[in-house]
């Protein structure tokens, strides 16, 4: 039953450069993942190289299961400009459930999409002023 919690949700959060954005997001939406949430981060990945801190973004997402986490992490790596140094990181968590506020769905069911959105027309790449962002999917 949907009203069961699901512990093969999981929220995946990645940290990545500002530069490989476009490139992530449209990889991303090929993949058909959605619901991606967007936030400008300052981070920095050794404090023993000191504290400079670096202008990042971070994205979150829900997925339905351990496969969809593997392939988020591959789409991601794939989709990045180079593997180097300081690129990001990508973690995840169980999530204990979810519920779309409008309709009352849950779980798996709370995950499906309205609309797909075009990358290079969206709003998304203009818009990073903003503390979040958040697709139309979600």
């Known amino acids: 039953s949907s009203d069961v919690c699901s512990s093969d949700l ?3 959060k990645a940290v990545i450069k500002k530069e490989d954005m476009e ?7 090929d993949n058909e993942f959605e619901g991606i ?3 400008e981060v300052k981070g920095t990945g050794s404090i023993k190289q000191g504290l400079k801190l670096v202008d ?3 994205l979150e997402t829900v997925v339905a299961d351990l496969n969809c986490v593997e392939t988020f992490i591959d789409v991601l790596r794939e989709s990045c400009s180079k593997w180097e140094h300081g690129k990001g990181k990508v973690w995840w968590v169980p999530v204990n459930g979810i519920v779309r506020i409008e309709t009352g769905e849950r779980n798996l069911e709370a995950l499906s999409s309205y609309q797909k959105i075009d990358i290079k ?3 998304l790449l203009d818009s990073l002023s903003h ?3 958040d697709t139309p999917c979600s």
Do not use: A, C, Y
């Not at 490139?23 to 939406?29: G, I, M, N, T, W």
């Open 37 to 39: 949430t967007i936030f």
């Open 56 to 58: 990042n973004l971070q």
């Open 131 to 133: 503390n979040s962002i």
């Open 121 to 123: 027309t969206s709003p």
């Open 10 to 12: 999981f929220l995946v």
């Open 23 to 29: 490139e992530v997001l449209k990889s991303l939406q």
